[in-house]
């Protein structure tokens, strides 16, 4: 029988949670890249996790405790369980507590598909994960490729938000569309990371949908110093007069987000947002695919599209 491995970040699923989330996130090298020794790296990012988990730990109480997406990446599995009517594991990249039962249960299965819930590739995210696996993981893993502009993903992303401007009552032409995709530093793509490029395919394929919005692609996250991936959504928000050509509603979309967390309902909701009212226009977040019934259909058929297929993970539709 096939089995399958979703991948994802994962998310504290408590306030306790928080300082070692972060801590297992700032010492990936994959995610923050010095030129420190190991020891150094880990001991410097260290602290700086305890010492910003108290800030952070702020923010996610602000929504509800805890992340959304640990317990939205287990229910994915089950109904994506039954769709595919095979077994379907989880793992959760930063959540060090779930590691050793989920090791365990990886390396008992000798073939396993791995889907990253990750459309876009990025070094820093599906990246991470495999070479985490290079060492850790003795089972033959088969990747799933990204996806970017594979027709499901579109289609899927699509509905969400034709069916979140029915919702609003929002006029194509008095609309524009933001998607707002999480940032990586500019040096990554100058090294050779493809995340601008297939960010910037789903960008491009999903606005071919609304061909009456207007539509706007920026980068959300910033940490620490250094050049990231412009035009920084925070700008934008601060610019929207200069951009929006008149139109009055301002829609968030979480491009790169399949799962609701706190860069959609923190960083969004209580950052970006208020800054797009104060310009006197109407902002709203439309949320991620989640646990929408048409994404699971969605992500069988890219799970069972041989295409996509391959024992390396860097290549993309």
Same mark, same amino acid.
């Given at each position: 029988?096939?089995?399958?491995?979703?991948?994802? /970040?994962?998310?504290?699923?408590?306030?306790?949670?928080?300082?070692?989330?972060?801590?297992?996130?700032?010492?990936?090298?994959?995610?923050?890249?010095?030129?420190?020794?190991? /020891?150094?790296?880990?001991?410097?990012?260290?602290?700086?996790?305890?010492?910003?988990?108290?800030?952070?730990?702020?923010?996610?109480?602000?929504?509800?405790?805890?992340?959304?997406?640990?317990?939205?990446?287990?229910?994915?599995?089950?109904?994506?369980?039954?769709?595919?009517?095979?077994?379907?594991?989880?793992?959760?990249?930063?959540?060090?507590?779930?590691?050793?039962?989920? @090791?365990?249960?990886?390396? =008992?299965?000798?073939? @396993?598909?791995?889907?990253?819930?990750?459309?876009?590739?990025?070094?820093?995210?599906?990246?991470?994960? =495999?070479?985490?696996?290079?060492?850790?993981?003795?089972?033959?893993?088969?990747?799933?490729?990204?996806?970017?502009?594979?027709?499901?993903?579109?289609?899927?992303?699509?509905?969400?938000?034709?069916? /979140?401007?029915?919702?609003?009552?929002?006029?194509?032409?008095?609309?524009?569309?933001?998607?707002?995709?999480?940032?990586?530093?500019?040096? /990554?793509?100058?090294?050779?990371?493809?995340?601008?490029?297939?960010?910037?395919?789903?960008?491009?394929?999903?606005?071919? $949908?609304?061909?009456?919005?207007?539509?706007?692609?920026?980068?959300?996250?910033?940490?620490?110093?250094?050049?990231?991936?412009?035009?920084?959504?925070?700008?934008?928000?601060?610019?929207?007069?200069?951009?929006?050509?008149?139109?009055?509603?301002?829609?968030?979309?979480?491009?790169?987000?399949?799962?609701?967390?706190?860069?959609?309902?923190?960083?969004?909701?209580?950052?970006?947002?208020?800054?797009?009212?104060?310009?006197? @226009?109407? $902002?709203?977040?439309?949320?991620?695919?989640?646990?929408?019934?048409?994404?699971?259909?969605?992500? =069988?058929?890219? $799970?069972?599209?041989?295409?996509?297929?391959?024992?390396?993970?860097?290549?993309?539709?």
């Amino acid at each position: 029988m096939k089995h399958y491995l979703l991948v994802n /970040f994962g998310g504290p699923r408590n306030l306790e949670e928080v300082a070692p989330f972060l801590q297992a996130l700032l010492c990936d090298r994959d995610v923050i890249r010095t030129r420190f020794p190991n /020891f150094i790296h880990n001991f410097l990012f260290s602290r700086i996790a305890r010492k910003r988990s108290v800030t952070v730990a702020e923010d996610y109480q602000e929504i509800g405790g805890c992340s959304p997406i640990y317990n939205d990446t287990e229910n994915l599995a089950k109904a994506l369980s039954e769709k595919l009517n095979a077994p379907v594991l989880t793992f959760h990249r930063y959540l060090p507590s779930t590691h050793k039962e989920s @090791l365990e249960k990886i390396n =008992a299965i000798p073939n @396993l598909t791995v889907i990253p819930l990750f459309p876009q590739f990025c070094y820093a995210t599906t990246g991470s994960i =495999a070479r985490f696996f290079s060492t850790r993981v003795s089972s033959s893993l088969q990747w799933v490729k990204s996806y970017p502009a594979h027709p499901a993903f579109i289609r899927a992303t699509e509905r969400r938000i034709g069916q /979140f401007l029915i919702e609003k009552n929002l006029d194509h032409k008095d609309t524009v569309l933001l998607f707002s995709a999480h940032g990586i530093p500019q040096t /990554f793509i100058d090294l050779g990371d493809i995340y601008k490029t297939v960010s910037e395919r789903s960008f491009t394929e999903v606005l071919k $949908a609304f061909p009456k919005t207007l539509g706007k692609l920026c980068y959300q996250s910033k940490f620490g110093r250094g050049e990231w991936l412009r035009p920084y959504t925070n700008e934008v928000c601060e610019d929207a007069l200069n951009w929006n050509k008149g139109r009055k509603n301002v829609v968030f979309i979480p491009i790169s987000f399949t799962s609701d967390h706190i860069e959609t309902l923190f960083e969004i909701e209580k950052l970006y947002l208020p800054v797009i009212q104060t310009k006197n @226009l109407n $902002a709203y977040r439309c949320p991620s695919l989640n646990l929408e019934p048409y994404w699971i259909e969605a992500l =069988a058929e890219i $799970a069972q599209d041989t295409n996509l297929s391959s024992s390396q993970m860097l290549y993309i539709n």
